[in-house]
């Protein structure tokens, strides 16, 4: 598969991962279950990095030191928990 990148509004992305986070796989066979997981897994990084993104913004556009000190802090704090998500769910 390529790497192409597709345009998906974040609230949709929200939606997916949150209705894959409902889903029983436990009877699939053991190579759908892996799938399902990584798939899963990746999308809630995706929103993580999402987030990021955002969080840097809010330092740039901070209005004083105090708010400034503040975002970055929020943002390191973000940028040290890529990929640590947990099961079903957002878990944002």
Same mark, same amino acid.
């Given at each position: 598969?390529g790497?192409?990148s597709?345009?998906?509004?974040?609230? !949709?992305? =929200?939606?997916i991962?949150?209705?894959?986070g409902?889903w #029983?796989?436990?009877?699939?066979?053991? /190579?759908?279950?892996?799938?399902?997981?990584?798939?899963l897994?990746?999308?809630?990084?995706?929103?993580?990095k999402l987030? !990021?993104? =955002?969080?840097y913004?809010?330092?740039i556009?901070?209005k #004083?030191?105090?708010?400034?000190?503040? /975002?970055?802090?929020?943002y390191?704090?973000?940028?040290n928990n890529?990929?640590?998500?947990?099961?079903?769910g957002?878990?944002?």
């Amino acid at each position: 598969m390529g790497d192409n990148s597709v345009m998906i509004p974040h609230s !949709l992305l =929200e939606r997916i991962i949150e209705l894959l986070g409902y889903w #029983d796989t436990s009877r699939y066979d053991r /190579a759908v279950c892996d799938d399902y997981d990584y798939i899963l897994q990746e999308l809630k990084v995706k929103i993580q990095k999402l987030e !990021l993104r =955002e969080a840097y913004t809010k330092i740039i556009q901070a209005k #004083d030191e105090d708010a400034r000190l503040s /975002a970055r802090i929020e943002y390191l704090w973000q940028r040290n928990n890529i990929g640590r998500v947990r099961g079903s769910g957002i878990d944002f």
